[in-house]
């Protein structure tokens, strides 16, 4: 099946500081990503979707600017969530979708980040 | 927007109970998938059912969905405690195909 790598698993870092997420996929051609945050005990809120090559598209009330998308490749994609604050500790979720593939979406194991 | 409904949001049974999570949509749905996900894990995709009144099953697991396609639910023969962790059911919408999630329901299973 379909392999979808996150990177880093888990990181702690410093309020004010920021930090990058990367999504690869690894055996297929991504043409299309999505970034989900998922708070504990609550389901996955999808924060946007990214189409290789374009601006991501974000869903309603997640600002553009503190959470940067780039979806440069294929392959991977990455969020930046600039100057995090605790209240942006949260676990992290990418999935991705190949060409073609109508509805079906494969997902990484996830990013736990931690803002102190 | 699209929303689904997902009842109920826990569920603590003893190992061997059956077990059922319902979703319900107000307007058809074009499909509708199911995931599981472990605590500390991420989302596992089980199954998409897109036929109305379709029925599917994979060993204990066992899919519907509705003649309306607007519910679906998943049932769980005589669980065991590998089958503790949320299950969510997920339906697409829009022009990206985005999935909107419901809120899972928590199985909680006692040995």
């Known amino acids: 099946g379909a392999v979808v790598s996150q990177h880093p698993s888990r990181v702690i870092c410093k309020s004010g500081t920021s930090v990058k997420i990367e999504c690869r996929s690894l055996d297929f051609q991504a043409t299309t990503m999505f970034w989900y945050r998922q708070f504990p005990k609550q389901s996955l809120m999808l924060m946007a979707t990214s189409n290789e090559g374009s601006k991501a598209t974000y869903e309603q009330g997640v600002e553009k600017d503190k959470f940067l998308i780039n979806h440069a490749s294929l392959t991977l994609s990455t969020l930046t969530v600039t100057s995090a604050h605790p209240e942006d500790s949260s676990f992290y979720i990418c999935?991705?979708?190949?060409?073609?593939?109508?509805?079906?979406?494969?997902f990484g194991p996830g990013t736990r980040l931690t803002v102190l | 927007g699209q929303q689904v409904m997902q009842i109920p949001q826990y569920q603590h049974v003893q190992e061997g109970e059956d077990f059922t999570t319902y979703c319900n949509s107000s307007?058809?749905?074009?499909?509708i998938q199911w995931y599981k996900q472990r605590p500390g894990g991420h989302p596992v995709f089980l199954i998409q059912l897109v036929k109305s009144g379709e029925v599917k099953k994979q060993k204990r697991l066992t899919f519907q969905f509705g003649e309306a396609k607007k519910n679906s639910s998943l049932h769980i023969t005589a669980t065991q405690t590998t089958d503790v962790g949320t299950y969510f059911c997920a339906v697409n919408a829009g022009n990206n195909r985005k999935l909107i999630w419901g809120l899972g329901t928590s199985l909680a299973v006692n040995p």
């Open positions: 307007t058809t749905l074009s499909n």
């Open positions: 999935s991705a979708r190949g060409r073609g593939w109508a509805d079906t979406q494969y």
